[in-house]
């Protein structure tokens, strides 16, 4: 695979023997979506989480598969929406929380990827439908996350035959996921509920990055007006410094004591410095953190028909399998 490992072999740049391929995708995708319209330009969350279903955008529309059951757990503004998958053979349970710029998605617009993983990893899956923004703004999605993780911890043994848990997610859902470990933390120590963390391509500092900022109008799922967007739904009437609230950006926030995390991101992710700096202040903080960087990939870029999204597939399977082993 041409993999070259670094520091005590947590950092892993991958993906150059499928370089040509990734990038060939990403000017094809670039293309299709500049004849789209803008997200930003837009500024219709309804209408666009419309569009995403019938599969405008970045990604095909979703496909609910038979094997995911829709289910409610209790919450501080009432029962949360969550999209369970159980594989034949049950190790652990993940906590699934799905991205979409805290303002689209759902827990069941991923079945094939979930279901996929709970039958690799032999893990029940329970994705969380929180509340989105602009209707529900900072804090009702973390609140929701939090609310799902306790009702996990207490539950999970008698739910699904273990108490093994895992917590993941991608893009925003992995900046819900860090904050969800930070609030269970510093409320009662929960945190050590969860054995790992995967934390894919995520986004955590709300004031923007160096490459967030400088990545520009080219959209490849994600540009620098793209994002500023998405934060500007999470977090109306918030200034640069208020963003930087270690309750909002968790790279802002005390980071001792969680659970090991694997972070993922490709070099074409407008979101590439968040997983650098966020990976870096984890291991710093004494955790464990292991971290690759693929080459040529684009934001979502384990969702795309292409090679490298098939060995992201596996090797997110593994480490979570290994993580309830």
């Known amino acids: 695979m041409n993999d070259n490992r670094g520091m005590n072999d947590a950092i892993i740049t991958t993906g150059q023997d499928l370089a040509a391929e990734t990038r060939a995708f990403n000017e094809l995708l670039a293309g299709r979506l500049a004849k789209e319209p803008q997200i930003h330009e ?15 955008g970045p990604f095909p529309a979703p496909v609910r598969l038979p094997e995911g059951i829709n289910a409610n757990v209790p ?36 079945d094939p990827l979930l279901w996929g993983l709970a039958r690799a990893a032999h893990l029940a899956v329970v994705s969380v439908g929180y509340r989105l923004a602009p209707e529900h703004p900072y804090p009702a999605g973390p609140d929701d996350c939090e ?59 709300a004031s923007l990055t160096p ?46 004591d969680l659970p090991a995390a694997r972070f993922i991101v490709g070099t074409q992710d ?19 953190a292991d971290l690759e960087v693929v080459a040529e990939a684009a934001h979502g870029f384990q969702a795309f028909p292409i090679t490298i999204a098939e060995r992201e597939r596996a090797r997110h399977a593994a480490y979570l399998a290994a993580a309830v082993a």
């Open 42 to 56: 837009v500024d219709d969350p309804p209408a666009t989480r419309a569009a995403r279903e019938r599969g405008a």
């Open 75 to 110: 919450g501080r503004a009432g029962p949360i929406p969550v999209r369970v998958f159980t594989p034949p053979q049950v190790d652990g349970v993940h906590l699934h929380l799905h991205g979409g710029g805290w303002t689209l998605g759902s827990a069941d617009a991923q």
């Open 147 to 205: 609310d799902a993780a306790r009702w996990l911890t207490a539950q999970a043994a008698a739910e699904f035959g273990t108490g093994r848990l895992t917590i993941g997610g991608e893009s925003a859902g992995a900046h819900l996921a860090v904050l969800t470990l930070l609030r269970l933390r510093d409320r009662g120590g929960l945190q050590r509920a969860f054995r790992a963390a995967h934390l894919a391509f995520g986004a955590y500092d």
């Open 211 to 256: 490459s967030a900022r400088l990545w520009g109008e080219r959209n490849l799922v994600l540009s620098t007006p793209v994002m500023s967007w998405f934060w500007d739904q999470f977090l109306p009437g918030l200034d640069p410094e208020q963003r930087r609230d270690p309750g909002i950006s968790p790279l802002y926030a005390d980071l001792r």
């Open 270 to 288: 407008p979101l590439l410095d968040d997983t650098l700096f966020m990976a870096a202040r984890w291991r710093a903080a004494g955790n464990t």
